[in-house]
C-alpha cells in the first residue's frame, strides 16, 4: 500500500495498493481481448457510451474536483475546470468516432481508399502535476479511435484516476476497455514499455524517464506520443501593454504552484522598459493569494510532495531573489512565487526546469535577440509574446521553436488545438482536431475494378 497525502498539511488522506508486474500483464491481457470487441462496436453506439462517461464525470465535477485539492493541493477553481475539462474532451473525441473519415485517391484501374485502424491496448502514464487532464487527453482520443486503455497515474495522485476509472463502468464503458492501475512507474508503467501486446504508449512526465520509454518501446517499436519538461519563455516588447503584462505575468508561471510543463518560467523584457515592467511586475506576484487551495478564492496551493519542494528550494541557493510573494508557513509544502534576476545565461535556474514559483526576469536589446533567447533552451513547448505591434507578434511566434505559443496571452492547452514540444518537449501532438490520427494506423486498400 502506499500512502497518498495532503500537500497542504502533509497528512494522509488515502492508502492504495499498486498492481504488481503479474497483475499488470493480467490487466493488459484483458485489454487485448477487450480491443475485439471495442473496435467492432457501431460507431454511433461507442460516440454515445462516450458521451454517457461525459456525464457521469459532469454529475461527479464537484467530488472530483475535491479529490484533486486534497491530493494535488490544486485550487478549488482549478480543480473544477480540471474536471470538466476531462468531460468536455470526452464530448469532443466522441463527436470524432462518427466523423474519423478516411481518404479515396484517384487512382487508374480501380479505387483506392484508406481506413484508420485502431492500435490496440494503448498505455498511458501520467504525471501528478495536473493528474485529470492529462489523463484524459489520451484516453478520450484512444477509446474514440477505438483503442482500450490501461492507465497509470501517479503514485502521488491515484484518487481522482480510479474515479475516472469507476465513472467509466457506472457509464457503461464495457469492461475491460478502460483500466486503471495504480502503482510504482518502475514496475506498472514498465510492465507498459515492456509488454509487447501494449501498442502504443502515451507519456507525461520527466524528460529523463521519457527518453527511457522511448528506447524501451523501439525494442518492441510501439508507437509513442511524449510530452515531456519545458522552460518557456514570456517576451515583452517596449510597445506592449506593459499593465497587462506585468498583471498577467505571475498566472502565466506561477499557476498550479509553477508545476505546469507549460510554465512561462522565463521573462524577457525589451532594455527600454526592464525597470518599468519589474516595478509592475512586483505588486501583481505580491497579490497572488497563495492559502489553502480549499478557499474559493486561492491562487496557489502548495508544492506536491516534500522531495519536491526541497528540489525546486535547491534552485533558489546562491541566486538573488529580486522579491517574493506570500506563502503560508506550518505544515505543508508552501513556497512563496520567487522572481529571480539570474547572473547569467547559463545559471542552472535559466536552464533547467525548475517545475515551481519561480521565474527569470532578463532583459533584450532587440527583436533577434529576444528570439535567440527564447530558443537558447533544450525545449521548446510553450510560450507567449506581448507586443501591440502584430507584425513582431506574428514573427516572434514564428521564430520561436515551440509548439504552443499565444501573443498577448498566456492561454497554453484548449482541447480544440494542438499541444506538444518541439526539441526535448517531447514527440507528437495530443488534442485538436488530429488527436485520433495518432491512435490508429492508416491501412490503403486498392480494390481492381478492370
Ligand atoms: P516522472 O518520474 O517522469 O513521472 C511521471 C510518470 O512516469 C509517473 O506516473 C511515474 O510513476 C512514471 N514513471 C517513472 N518511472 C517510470 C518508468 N521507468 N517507466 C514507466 N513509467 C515511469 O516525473 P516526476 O518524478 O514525477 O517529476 C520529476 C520532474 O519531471 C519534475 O520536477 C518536472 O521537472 C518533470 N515533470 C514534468 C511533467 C510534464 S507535464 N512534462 C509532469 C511531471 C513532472 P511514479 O508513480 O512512480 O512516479
Given at each position: 500500500m502506499t500512502d497518498v497525502l495532503n500537500p497542504s498539511t502533509g497528512e494522509t488522506i488515502a492508502a492504495v495498493a499498486g498492481h504488481t508486474v503479474e497483475s499488470t500483464q493480467d490487466a493488459i491481457g484483458r485489454a487485448a481481448d477487450a480491443f475485439q470487441r471495442w473496435k467492432a462496436t457501431a460507431p454511433a453506439e461507442r460516440a454515445e457510451l462516450l458521451r454517457a462517461f461525459a456525464r457521469a464525470v459532469d454529475a461527479d465535477i464537484e467530488h472530483l474536483a475535491r479529490l484533486e485539492v486534497a491530493e494535488a493541493g490544486h485550487t478549488i477553481g482549478n480543480a473544477r475546470g480540471e474536471a470538466a475539462n476531462v468531460r468536455d474532451v470526452l464530448n469532443y473525441y466522441a463527436g470524432g468516432v462518427e466523423r474519423h473519415l478516411g481518404d479515396q485517391i484517384p487512382v487508374a484501374g480501380g479505387i483506392d481508399v484508406t481506413f484508420n485502424d485502431p492500435l490496440g491496448v494503448v498505455g498511458i502514464i501520467v504525471p501528478w502535476n495536473f493528474p485529470m487532464p492529462i489523463a484524459g487527453w489520451g484516453f478520450a482520443p484512444a477509446l474514440a479511435a477505438g483503442n482500450t486503455v490501461v492507465l497509470k497515474p501517479a503514485e502521488l495522485t491515484p484518487l481522482t484516476a480510479i474515479r475516472l476509472g469507476e465513472l467509466a463502468v457506472e457509464a457503461?464503458?464495457?469492461?475491460?476497455?478502460f483500466q486503471v492501475l495504480p502503482g510504482a512507474g518502475s514496475t506498472v508503467g514498465q510492465a507498459f514499455t515492456d509488454d509487447p501486446r501494449v501498442a502504443k504508449i502515451v507519456f507525461t512526465g520527466s524528460t529523463s524517464v521519457g527518453e527511457k520509454i522511448l528506447a524501451e518501446s523501439a525494442k518492441t517499436m510501439k508507437r509513442t506520443t511524449l510530452e515531456l519538461g519545458g522552460k518557456s519563455a514570456n517576451i515583452v516588447f517596449a510597445d506592449a501593454d506593459l499593465e497587462q503584462a506585468a498583471a498577467t505575468a505571475p498566472y502565466g508561471v506561477f499557476d498550479n504552484a509553477g508545476q505546469d510543463?507549460?510554465?512561462?518560467s522565463r521573462i524577457l523584457v525589451e532594455d527600454s522598459v526592464f525597470d518599468r515592467f519589474l516595478e509592475l511586475l512586483e505588486p501583481a506576484v505580491k497579490g497572488v493569494r497563495v492559502t489553502d487551495p480549499s478557499q474559493e478564492d486561492a491562487e496557489m496551493g502548495p508544492l506536491i510532495s516534500a522531495g519536491h519542494l526541497a528540489s525546486v528550494r535547491s534552485f533558489l541557493d546562491g541566486v538573488d531573489v529580486a522579491f517574493t510573494g506570500d506563502a503560508p508557513s506550518g505544515a505543508g509544502y508552501w513556497l512563496a512565487p520567487s522572481v529571480v534576476l539570474p547572473k547569467s545565461p547559463q545559471d542552472r535556474i535559466v536552464t533547467e526546469e525548475v517545475f515551481g514559483p519561480v521565474v527569470t526576469v532578463q532583459r533584450f536589446r532587440e527583436e533577434s535577440e529576444a528570439i535567440a533567447m527564447a530558443n537558447d533552451s533544450q525545449y521548446g513547448l510553450s510560450g507567449s509574446i506581448w507586443t501591440r505591434d502584430i507584425g513582431r507578434g506574428l514573427r516572434a511566434a514564428r521564430g520561436v521553436e515551440s509548439g504552443a505559443l499565444s501573443v498577448n496571452s498566456h492561454a497554453a492547452v484548449r482541447y480544440s488545438t494542438p499541444f506538444g514540444g518541439f526539441k526535448r518537449s517531447g514527440i507528437g501532438r495530443e488534442l485538436?482536431?488530429?488527436?485520433?490520427d495518432s491512435f490508429t494506423e492508416m491501412k490503403n486498400v486498392f480494390i481492381a475494378t478492370d
Open positions: 457503461g464503458i464495457p469492461v475491460d476497455v510543463c507549460c510554465a512561462r485538436g482536431p488530429h488527436a485520433m
